[in-house]
């Protein structure tokens, strides 16, 4: 079966400090990849989407940036936080169904993250 | 462009009550659509999807929901609530012929239940 991890489950950084959030799956091969964040008291907001190694979509202009260095490793990343990118994060995974669209997505256990 | 709308941020009903929770999309092809629920600090868990097939379709811990294409509704019912059931639920369709497969959510309508 396949599960999905994240880590670490919490953490607090200071304003300026840089940032490293990282997602791993197990038991698929190939499955697209996502970043989420849940502002406090809002809805999900798409941030990256990953189809591929090396092939990252960003859907927002932000302090943020991804990488996919292996076929089930989604890293997210700040060089340098600020306070506004505090929030719970989540990771998830899809694969394809027909006519191009996802079967459903698989969310990680998140990561709630404090820019203080 | 699809979309999703969830009719009613907060919905409160009565342990043993009827739980019904609204979501109406917008898309020009025939939509997959799911149910999430999320608990407090945690990840979203799959409740149930529709994809083709049966208009009625079963998730789990004893919710359903029906696609109703003339509606352009995917409402999320169950018929006795239980104070586990409390939690923050979204609706979503995925977006067709679009790379990435990604989801539309819907904002969220969040479940409290009244002993």
């Known amino acids: 079966s396949q599960t999905i991890h994240q880590w670490p489950a919490t953490l607090v950084q200071p304003v300026g400090s840089p940032l490293s959030l990282e997602c791993t799956v197990e038991g698929t091969s190939n499955p697209n990849l996502y970043w989420y964040r849940q502002a406090a008291g809002r809805g999900l907001q798409l941030l990256f989407y990953?189809?591929?190694?090396?092939?990252i979509s960003s859907e927002v202009p932000q302090n943020l940036s991804a990488s996919r260095p292996q076929d089930r490793q989604f890293i997210l990343s700040s060089k340098k936080l600020l306070l506004s990118d505090s929030g719970f994060y989540l990771c998830a995974w899809s694969v394809l169904g027909g006519r191009g669209g996802s079967y459903e997505q698989y969310f990680g256990p998140g990561t709630r993250l404090t820019v203080t | 462009a699809q979309s999703v709308t969830q009719l009613g941020s907060h919905v409160s009903v009565s342990e043993g009550a009827l739980v019904l929770l609204r979501c109406n999309y917008s898309s020009s092809v025939p939509p997959y659509l799911f149910w999430y629920v999320q608990y407090p600090n945690q990840g979203l868990q799959l409740l149930l999807k529709?994809?083709?097939?049966?208009?009625l379709v079963k998730g789990i811990n004893g919710f359903e929901a029906e696609f109703k294409k003339s509606e352009t509704s995917f409402h999320l019912t169950k018929p006795s609530a239980h104070m586990s059931d409390a939690a923050e639920y979204f609706c979503?369709?995925?977006?067709?012929?679009?790379?990435?497969?990604?989801?539309?959510f819907g904002q969220g309508t969040e479940l409290s239940v009244k002993p």
């Open positions: 979503a369709v995925s977006k067709i012929y679009n790379q990435g497969g990604k989801l539309i």
């Open positions: 529709y994809t083709t097939g049966a208009t």
């Open positions: 990953s189809i591929g190694i090396d092939q």
